[in-house]
C-alpha cells in the first residue's frame, strides 16, 4: 500500500466511524407518531424507522400482518385500541424485539396465535370477545409483565396455569356478556397479581359466584355489581364479598358502577368491616329503597378509609337518619362522602376517630356538626361546594373540634356582617379556605387567631382594613379574584409570605409595599388594572429590583389598562422621564434654565456690549431695505463716488489709518475734499460737489467736528432740502461720544439725529471692528459705472 492510498483509507475509515456515531445519536431520539381517529383501515406504511410509540387507536383496522410492524425496529409502545381486529398472530411482532407496550383493548379478538415476546411489560387484551381467556403456554416467559389485560365468557382454573408463577402487578378481566352460564368459582385460584380488577358484564344482575378472596390480590377493583331484582337483597354479591373474610392478604377494595338498594349498601359495609381491608372506596352507585333501623357492628375492624363517590338516589324523599347515624359513628380516620346528595350528617355519639373528613360537593347547611364536641381528633375537614351560609356558624361549629388544623368551606355561599356576633373559631385552625363565597370587607373581623394560611380568592372585599388584628401569624393570603383597589401593608401582618392579589382593581400600587413587606417570599399581583402614569413609576422600579422568582407572572401579568395609549403596554415597557413626574423638578428646571439664560444674557450684554451689536444688525438690514428701495440705474449713471467723507482735521489721523484702509479695500471708492479738490472752487464748492458725485456722506462725528465742521454743512443742508428727503444719504459716525451740552442750541438737524441715534458708534474694543467695518462698507456699497476719474 503506498503512503497516498493509506492516507485515503484512512480518511474513509474516519468518515464511517462518524457516520456510525450520528446513526447511534439519531437512534437515541424518541419518535411519537399519533395517527388516532383517522378513519384508518390499515397500519400506516409511511412511518420512520425511528418511530418508538404508536397510536392508531379509535381507528377501523380490522388487520394485523408482519408488514405493518416489519419496518418499525425501534418500537416500544403499540396503541391499537377501538379498532375491529378480529385474529392476532403474535408472531408478526416478531421484529419488534424492543415492544414492551401492546395495547389491543376494545376490539373484536376472538382468537390468537401464540408467539413468545419476552420483552412484553405491558398486553392489553381487555374489552375483547374471546370466549376463553387468551393466556398462551408462551405467556410463561414474560417475566417482565407488569400489566395483563384480559377478556373472556368462560373463566377455567387451567388456563391461568401458564402464567401462575409470574409476579404481575395488576390484571384487568373482563367479563363478556355471556360469562356466567358455567362458572368455576375457584377459576381465580392460580391468578398471581398484586391487584386485581374483575369487570363483570354490564346488562346483567349479579348472579356470580366467582371467588375472588382466592386470588392473591391485596388490592381488588369489582366493576359493574348490578343487583337491584333480588329480593335477597343481592345475596350474590354479598356472598361473594364474605368470602373475603378468610383473606387476611387483601387492604384496599373499590366497587364501581353499583345498582342496589340502601340496605345492600349497608350490608356490604357491614361485611366489609370485619375483612382485613383498610381502604374501601364505593363510587358511581345508583341507589334506591329505604333504609329501616339496622344495628351496625363496628367492632373488630382494619377499616382506615372509605369513600363514597357520586351517589345518584332514585328516591330522596325517605328518611335519611339512619344512615347518618350509621356513617357518623364509624371508628375510621378517613371519611370522604363526596357528590352524594347529602343533606345532613349527625354528630358522632362518642368521641370519634374521624382524623380527614371530606363532605365536597354535598348539600349540606350550617346546621352541620352544630354543637358537636366529639370530633375531638378531627384534623382536616372539607366541607367545599355544599349550601353553607353563614360564616359565624361555620366558626362556631368548629369551636369544639380542637384538633381542627385545616378547613375548606370554599365554593359555598358564606356571607358575614359583623352584627351577626363574635366568631368562635377553634385555636388550632392553621389554614382556612374560604374561597369562591359572598364574603366582604367584614370577614377580617371573622378570623381565627392563628391561621397561617387563608384562602380568600375570588369574594367580594374591597379593602383589607389596615387595623385588622390578630394575623400575626398569617404566611399565605390568596385575596386573588376580589375587587381590592389597593396593595395591603405587612404592618399588622408581620409574618406574610405570599401574597396572591391578580384579577383586582388595584391601579396605583405603592412602592412602600416592599418596604413594608420584607419577608416576601412570592407575590402575585398581575392581571389588575394598572395606570400608567407618574404615580406607577416608582412601584415599577421597586418590582425591578425584587429578586427574580418572587414576583410571580412577571413580567406578562403586569399590563398598562390606561391611558387608553399604553393599554396593552407591559410595565417593564413602559417608561416615562423623571422630569415630567415630578413638579417639583420641572419648576426647578424650568427655573434654573430661566435663570441661566437671563446671565449668559447678562454676560453677553456685558462683556461683548451686545446691544451694540443688535443695534448694527438692526442697521445692516435697514441699509439693504434701503437700498433695494432706490432705482439703482438712475443712481448708477450719475454718481462717481460710493461716499463722500468729511471729518475734523483732529480726526484726520483716524480716518487715514482706519477708516479709508479699511473700506477701500473692496473697490470702494472714496471722495475726500482735499484729495479730490477741484483748484478755483471755494471749500464749501468742493465738499458740495464731492457730496453730488458720492452716493453716500460719511461724516466723522467728534466734539472737535462738531465745533469747528458742522457750520460748513447746516447752511448747504438746509438749502438743499436733504435733511427733509430723509436722511438716507447721511452716515453719521460717531468717533467719540458728544456731551449734549457741547452741541451749539442752532444746530437742530444735529440735535435731532443725535437723539434718533441714528449713528454708527465707533467701538473701542478691537474685537467689534470687524463687524463695524462690514457694517459700514454694506451701507456704502453699490455698483458704480466706471469712469475714468476726473
Ligand atoms: C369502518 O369500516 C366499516 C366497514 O368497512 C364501515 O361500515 C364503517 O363506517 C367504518 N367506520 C369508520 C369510523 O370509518
Ligand atoms: C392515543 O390516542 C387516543 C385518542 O386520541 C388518546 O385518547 C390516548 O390517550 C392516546 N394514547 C397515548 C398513550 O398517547
Ligand atoms: C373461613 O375459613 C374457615 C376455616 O378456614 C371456615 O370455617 C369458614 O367457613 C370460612 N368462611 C367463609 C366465609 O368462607
Ligand atoms: C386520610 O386522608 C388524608 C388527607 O386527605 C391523607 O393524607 C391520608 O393518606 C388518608 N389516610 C388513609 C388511611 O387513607
Ligand atoms: C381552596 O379551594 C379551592 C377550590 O375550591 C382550591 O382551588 C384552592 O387551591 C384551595 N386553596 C388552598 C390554599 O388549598
Request: hydrophobic share 40%; glycine share 4%; charged share 20%.
Amino acid at each position: 500500500m503506498t503512503e497516498t492510498n493509506f492516507t485515503i483509507f484512512h480518511f474513509v475509515i474516519t468518515f464511517m466511524l462518524i457516520l456510525e456515531i450520528k446513526i447511534q445519536l439519531s437512534d437515541g431520539s424518541e419518535s411519537v407518531v399519533d395517527r388516532s381517529k383517522r378513519g384508518l383501515i390499515h397500519v400506516p406504511k409511511d412511518l420512520s424507522l425511528k418511530t418508538t410509540v404508536l397510536n392508531i387507536s379509535h381507528n377501523n383496522i380490522s388487520e394485523l400482518r408482519t408488514s405493518d410492524t416489519l419496518s418499525l425496529p425501534k418500537l416500544k409502545i403499540l396503541i391499537i385500541s377501538h379498532n375491529r381486529i378480529q385474529y392476532l398472530d403474535i408472531s408478526v411482532f416478531k421484529f419488534n424485539e424492543e415492544l414492551e407496550y401492546l395495547d389491543l383493548s376494545n376490539n373484536k379478538l376472538k382468537k390468537i396465535s401464540c408467539h413468545p415476546a419476552v420483552n412484553l411489560k405491558h398486553l392489553d387484551f381487555s374489552f375483547n370477545a374471546f370466549d376463553a381467556l387468551p393466556i398462551c403456554k408462551e405467556f410463561g416467559t414474560m417475566s417482565q409483565l407488569e400489566f395483563l389485560g384480559l377478556s373472556a365468557t368462560q373463566l377455567q382454573k387451567s388456563s391461568m396455569l401458564p402464567i401462575a408463577h409470574l409476579h404481575i402487578n395488576k390484571v384487568l378481566l373482563v367479563l363478556g356478556d355471556l360469562y356466567g352460564e358455567k362458572e368455576d368459582p375457584e377459576s381465580l385460584q392460580e391468578l398471581n397479581t398484586e391487584s386485581l380488577h374483575i369487570v363483570f358484564p354490564t346488562r346483567k344482575e349479579f348472579h356470580f359466584m366467582l371467588d375472588v378472596s382466592v386470588s392473591t390480590a391485596v388490592s381488588l377493583e369489582l366493576s359493574n355489581i348490578k343487583c337491584v331484582l333480588d329480593d335477597n337483597g343481592c345475596s350474590y354479591f354479598l356472598n361473594v364479598l364474605s368470602k373475603l373474610q378468610n383473606n387476611s392478604r387483601l387492604s384496599s377494595l373499590t366497587l364501581n358502577n353499583i345498582e342496589t338498594t340502601w340496605h345492600s349498601v349497608v350490608m356490604m359495609l357491614q361485611l366489609v368491616w370485619h375483612t382485613s381491608i383498610e381502604y374501601f372506596s364505593i363510587s358511581n352507585v345508583k341507589l334506591q329503597g329505604e333504609l329501616t333501623d339496622t344495628n351496625f357492628d363496628y367492632s373488630d375492624t382494619s377499616l382506615k378509609a372509605l369513600s363514597i363517590h357520586q351517589v345518584a338516589n332514585d328516591a330522596f324523599t325517605f328518611e335519611q337518619g339512619n344512615i347518618y347515624r350509621i356513617f357518623s359513628n364509624m371508628n375510621i380516620q378517613n371519611f370522604t362522602v363526596s357528590g352524594a346528595h347529602m343533606l345532613h350528617m349527625l354528630c358522632p355519639l362518642q368521641n370519634s376517630p374521624f382524623l380527614h373528613l371530606d363532605f365536597s360537593n354535598n348539600l349540606l347547611t350550617d346546621t352541620v356538626f352544630n354543637n358537636c364536641g366529639t370530633l375531638v381528633r378531627l384534623e382536616t375537614f372539607s366541607l367545599q361546594v355544599n349550601q353553607l351560609k353563614k360564616l359565624v356558624n361555620i366558626a362556631h361549629m368548629t369551636k369544639e373540634m380542637k384538633s381542627l388544623q385545616q378547613l375548606d368551606v370554599s365554593q359555598n355561599s358564606l356571607s358575614y356582617d359583623e352584627s351577626e356576633g363574635y366568631c368562635s373559631w377553634t385555636i388550632s385552625l392553621l389554614s382556612l379556605n374560604m374561597s369562591s363565597n359572598r364574603l366582604t370587607d367584614s370577614v377580617f373581623s371573622c378570623l381565627p387567631f392563628r391561621v397561617r394560611v387563608l384562602d380568600l380568592h375570588n369574594n367580594r372585599i374591597m379593602r383589607i382594613p389596615e387595623d385588622v388584628t390578630g394575623l400575626e401569624d398569617l404566611q399565605e393570603l390568596n385575596v386573588a379574584f376580589n375587587s381590592l383597589a389597593h396593595l395591603p401593608g405587612c404592618g399588622t401582618l408581620g409574618s406574610l409570605s405570599v401574597l396572591i392579589i391578580d384579577y383586582n382593581s388595584i391601579s396605583n400600587p405603592s412602592a412602600h409595599f416592599f418596604e413594608s413587606c420584607q419577608k416576601m417570599r412570592s407575590i402575585n399581583a398581575g392581571h389588575n388594572p394598572f395606570q400608567c402614569t407618574c404615580e406607577l413609576r416608582e412601584f415599577i422600579q421597586r418590582i425591578g429590583q425584587v429578586s427574580s422568582g418572587v414576583v410571580e407572572g412577571w413580567p406578562d401579568s403586569y399590563k398598562c389598562d390606561y391611558p387608553e395609549s399604553y393599554k396593552g403596554t407591559l410595565l417593564k415597557d413602559f417608561h416615562v422621564s423623571p422630569l415630567t413626574c415630578n413638579t417639583a423638578l420641572l419648576i426647578v428646571t424650568i427655573g434654573v434654565t430661566g435663570l441661566a439664560l437671563a446671565v449668559t444674557l447678562t454676560v453677553l450684554c456685558i462683556c461683548l456690549d451686545l446691544p451694540w451689536y443688535l443695534r448694527m444688525v438692526c442697521q445692516w438690514t435697514q441699509t439693504r431695505r434701503r437700498a433695494r428701495n432706490i432705482p439703482l440705474d438712475k443712481l448708477q449713471r450719475t454718481l462717481q463716488f460710493h461716499a463722500f467723507i468729511s471729518y475734523s482735521e483732529h480726526d484726520s489721523a483716524w480716518v487715514k489709518s482706519e477708516l479709508l484702509p479699511n473700506i477701500e479695500k473692496e473697490d470702494i471708492r472714496i471722495c475726500l475734499h482735499e484729495r479730490n479738490f477741484v483748484p478755483g472752487k471755494s471749500i464749501v464748492e468742493n465738499i458740495i460737489n464731492c457730496i453730488e458725485k458720492s452716493y453716500k456722506s460719511i461724516f466723522v462725528l467728534s466734539p472737535n467736528f462738531v465745533q469747528s465742521e458742522w457750520c460748513h454743512y447746516e447752511l448747504y443742508f438746509a438749502h438743499h432740502n436733504l435733511f427733509h428727503e430723509g436722511s438716507g444719504n447721511l452716515i453719521l459716525i460717531l468717533l467719540e461720544p458728544i456731551p449734549k451740552y457741547s452741541i451749539p442750541s442752532s444746530y437742530h438737524k444735529l440735535k435731532t439725529l443725535m437723539a434718533q441715534r441714528t449713528y454708527l458708534e465707533w467701538p473701542k474694543e478691537k474685537n467689534k471692528h470687524a463687524l463695524f467695518w462690514a457694517n459700514l462698507r454694506a451701507s456704502i456699497c453699490i455698483k458704480l459705472m466706471e469712469r475714468s476719474e476726473e
